[in-house]
């Protein structure tokens, strides 16, 4: 599925931002946040494919990409006021709205999508 390289895609830029954390380069956070934010979507095909798939729970599936999207601006804007403690907060929001999503949907789409061939 397209959706995994986006995933892995927001993986890399995650932990590209805990290196520019630690090293105080708000610039780059700043640059890092709108990928994570902004991120690609699979085809639309495959789009339709999971939506259908999720049903009634597509609205809350697009609820937590939707929190990814908020904290990731906010993180975003934090770093160009160079507000460090700010960041990090927003970067922990972040992260937890990616786990959320992951614990919801992560197991039940691996078996949808790459086992049930
Ligand atoms: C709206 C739901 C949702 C959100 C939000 C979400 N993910 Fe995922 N993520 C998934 C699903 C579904 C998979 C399984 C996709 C697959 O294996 O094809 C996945 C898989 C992954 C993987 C594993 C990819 C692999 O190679 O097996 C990584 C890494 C990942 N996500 C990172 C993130 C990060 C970082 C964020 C937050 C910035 C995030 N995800 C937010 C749904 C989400």
Redesign the pocket.
Known sequence: ?A??SV??K??RD?QAVTGAISKEEWTLVAELAPR?AKHAEPPLGEKMRILGWLGTDAGK??G??G??HDA?SSMGDAAKRGDGQAVIAAFSK??Q??LA??QS??QS??KQ??ESR
């Open positions: 599925m959706l995994r995933m892995e927001l993986g995650m994570i599936f697009r937590f990409d929190q990814v990731a972040t992260q709205s990616c999503c992951h949907f992560r789409f691996m999508f790459y």
